[in-house]
């Protein structure tokens, strides 16, 4: 730009510094300059604007895209902790249905083992009772030895059923620690089930967004896909591995009660046909001692009358003797001739000789009837004392078949039905109510 000279008159008459002045040259290269400018500013701007609608355009639809996509995800997450949710929700219900089930089993087990209590008192009250009887007829019977065998037979299914209630116990332990588990996990489930569902219900326009301070950042104990899947899987599989022990348990408490009922009723059977059958015996023999002890007491009055008679016929033939001894006596005071040997004198002699053969045979054979009726009396007696003695252990035979009755009138209630009691939870409560809100969730 060139500087245009200015005149002295024009220089006195100005005051102030003239303004530069511009060839049109350069006017016209200024304008020029600017058009261009303007141009390329705006070819400038609007490639801009375009990039701009363009990033719009890319950036409204990605963002749309990854908005769908994450609520996709999201949804089927949603899906997945709901599936997994039911699965633990059937499996608790399921445990709970079975600790209910082991507490009756368990429960009917200890009524087993209680009702156990009155047959053991029994058998040792009967072996109490045949205790009391005396002489040879504290024998050792069949039935002390059914006895004996019956009182080793409940002491070994007392074992046997406790042995049963402690395992129920220890696997209604693992059934509990087994529902606590699936108890947190599905708590967990819900939990992060209605976060989930939370999330995918919020918008851009909802109220309660905002930006997070490192939002992005990764929360310490965070698992990955592949654990969180294991973790549930174990405590289902563990949960069924325990129902399944539970269950068979169960089965095996159920035959055991069965087949040791069965061996207390073939023995108690046993005991009772035993015990019948001595006392048949006892009723034999007392029958038979009383129809003996009768025939000797008739027998002993046919013998004090049989000793009476020899009696009479011993002083008949002393009398007689003594008859003949005053007449072989008297004929002695004949005199001279007359003092005859004659056939009265023989016949005299001779009847003396027969009286007194008579009379020592009489006495020989009343020693003998009184000696045989003091036999009769002392083994009558012997009869009457065993008798009694037959009597007290028929007695307490009988007395043992009746304490016996105990046992089968309390059998018919060892197999009662037991009241359901509902069983309480991990949590405390007789019901799932986790499950609460699980009919208000919407995919």
Request: charge should be negative; charged fraction near 30%.
């Amino acid at each position: 730009m060139r500087e245009v000279p200015k005149s002295p008159l024009f220089r006195s008459r100005m005051s102030w510094k003239p303004s530069p002045r511009f060839e049109v040259s350069e006017w016209r290269r200024n304008n020029q300059q600017l058009f261009d400018a303007a141009q390329q500013e705006r070819h400038l701007s609007q490639e801009v604007r375009q990039e701009g609608q363009t990033l719009r355009n890319e950036t409204h639809f990605k963002t749309v895209l990854d908005e769908r996509d994450t609520s996709g995800r999201l949804s089927d997450r949603i899906w997945d902790v709901a599936r997994w949710r039911d699965a633990l929700e059937r499996c608790a219900q399921r445990v709970d249905e079975e600790m209910e089930a082991l507490t009756l089993s368990k429960e009917q087990s200890e009524l087993a083992l209680a009702a156990t209590a009155v047959p053991l008192e029994v058998s040792h009250e009967c072996l109490t009772l045949r205790e009391g009887r005396r002489g040879h007829d504290l024998v050792r019977d069949p039935v002390e030895e059914q006895l004996q065998k019956e009182v080793e037979l409940i002491e070994e299914v007392q074992q046997r059923l406790q042995k049963n209630i402690d395992g129920a116990f220890e696997q209604l332990c693992v059934l509990q620690e087994v529902r606590q588990k699936l108890t947190s996990d599905l708590q967990n489930k819900m939990e992060a089930l209605n976060i989930d569902m939370s999330c995918l219900s919020l918008t851009v326009k909802s109220p309660d967004i905002s930006l997070k301070t490192n939002p992005t950042r990764i929360p310490s104990g965070s698992s990955n896909p592949q654990e969180w899947l294991q973790f549930s899987q174990y405590n289902v599989a563990r949960a069924n591995e325990a129902l399944s022990v539970s269950q068979q348990t169960r089965v095996d408490m159920r035959l055991s009660r069965a087949q040791l009922r069965n061996e207390l009723d073939v023995q108690r059977r046993a005991t009772e046909f035993a015990l019948r059958k001595r006392i048949h015996q006892e009723e034999q023999a007392q029958d038979e001692l009383q129809w003996q002890i009768k025939k000797t007491q008739e027998e002993m009055a046919e013998m004090e009358n049989d000793i009476r008679g020899l009696d009479a016929d011993l002083q008949a033939k002393t009398a007689s003797l003594k008859l003949a001894h005053t007449r072989l006596e008297t004929r002695t005071q004949r005199s001279s001739v007359d003092l005859c040997r004659d056939q009265v004198q023989h016949s005299l002699l001779a009847e003396v000789q027969q009286l007194e053969a008579t009379i020592q045979a009489l006495k020989q054979k009343l020693s003998e009837a009184q000696h045989s009726l003091q036999k009769l009396k002392l083994h009558h007696t012997r009869m009457q004392f065993d008798l009694s003695r037959k009597q007290e252990a028929l007695s307490l035979e009988n007395r043992s078949m009746n304490t016996r009755t105990r046992i089968t009138s309390s059998s018919g209630t060892e197999e009662a039905a037991v009241p359901m009691v509902p069983l309480m939870n991990s949590s405390g409560r007789s019901d799932l109510e986790l499950l609460a809100n699980s009919q208000q969730l919407t995919y």
